[in-house]
């Protein structure tokens, strides 16, 4: 193989590290999205560790959950975990990261706040003086590595038992492909979603804008809309 067609190989963009060893945090982990998040995340055998401002709430999400998930207060469930997923309002985003600067150190933080605001018309996207929800979380966890997934998910449709897979995609940002080759990873332990890298953070914006088109999808057909990329085809070497 000449050295261009081994580094080809090398970055072949399915090839994806190994997850399943890895312990998954999420704070806000009892709200809806969170909770959806952990439920298909454990399902999958992922250990996963539900966060909350207060312990007994996420140790009672977690025991109804069942599925080996934990609960703890945010900043036990950050420093517990290798991965952890930012899913609260995005009124408390700032607030929640600023307290957790030194739990969150060296950790893989993955965000999934759309900042949105709601009026007569409808869902709207809010401008964050950072750019994004993504870009703010760098900002404030210099330490820690900040990556962006999951906004496109319906959280009815993750915590649906019935449901056997969730059909869609997820469109994963960030700086380090190291950190976004493992989201995506993470990701694709869920049956049915595909992690696919959709740039750096500082695109961040327009996915978590595309959120508020989504709410309108939703509300016109009474759907849970999801997202599919297109001629992204798992075959390496095409
Ligand atoms: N719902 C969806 O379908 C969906 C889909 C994709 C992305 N998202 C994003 O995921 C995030 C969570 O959505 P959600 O619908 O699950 O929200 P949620 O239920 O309103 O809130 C999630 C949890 O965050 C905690 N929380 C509430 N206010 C807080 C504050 N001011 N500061 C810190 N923590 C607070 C609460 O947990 P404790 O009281 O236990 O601390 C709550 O259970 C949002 O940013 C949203 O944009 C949601």
């Known amino acids: 193989m000449s050295e261009t067609e081994t580094k080809k190989a090398a970055r072949d963009p399915w090839d994806l590290p190994d997850v399943s060893g890895l312990v998954v ?138 449901i056997d897979e969730i059909d869609t995609d997820v469109m994963v940002l960030g700086e380090k492909r190291a950190d976004t080759d493992l989201v995506q990873a993470l990701a694709a332990r869920i049956p049915g979603m595909r992690g696919v890298f959709a740039g750096r953070l500082r695109g961040a914006h327009q996915v978590e804008s595309l959120v508020a088109n989504l709410i309108s999808v939703n509300r016109r057909y009474r759907a849970h809309a999801g997202l599919r990329l297109t001629d992204v085809e798992e075959s390496p070497g095409r």
């Open 25 to 162: 945090g999420v704070l806000g982990g009892t709200g809806d999205q969170g909770r959806g998040l952990a439920y298909r995340l454990a399902r999958a055998g992922q250990k996963v560790i539900i966060g909350s401002r207060a312990a007994e709430r996420a140790r009672a999400a977690a025991a109804e959950l069942g599925l080996g998930v934990e609960g703890a207060d945010n900043a036990e469930c950050a420093r517990r975990s290798d991965v952890v997923i930012v899913a609260v309002p995005w009124e408390g985003h700032a607030a929640t990261l600023r307290a957790l600067r030194e739990d969150l150190r060296g950790k893989l933080v993955v965000d999934c706040v759309n900042p949105l605001g709601f009026d007569k018309q409808g869902a709207y996207a809010l401008r964050p003086e950072e750019g994004s929800a993504a870009q703010q979380a760098a900002a404030l966890l210099p330490e820690s590595r900040v990556t962006a997934a999951f906004h496109h998910l319906s959280a009815v449709l993750l915590q649906d038992e019935t």
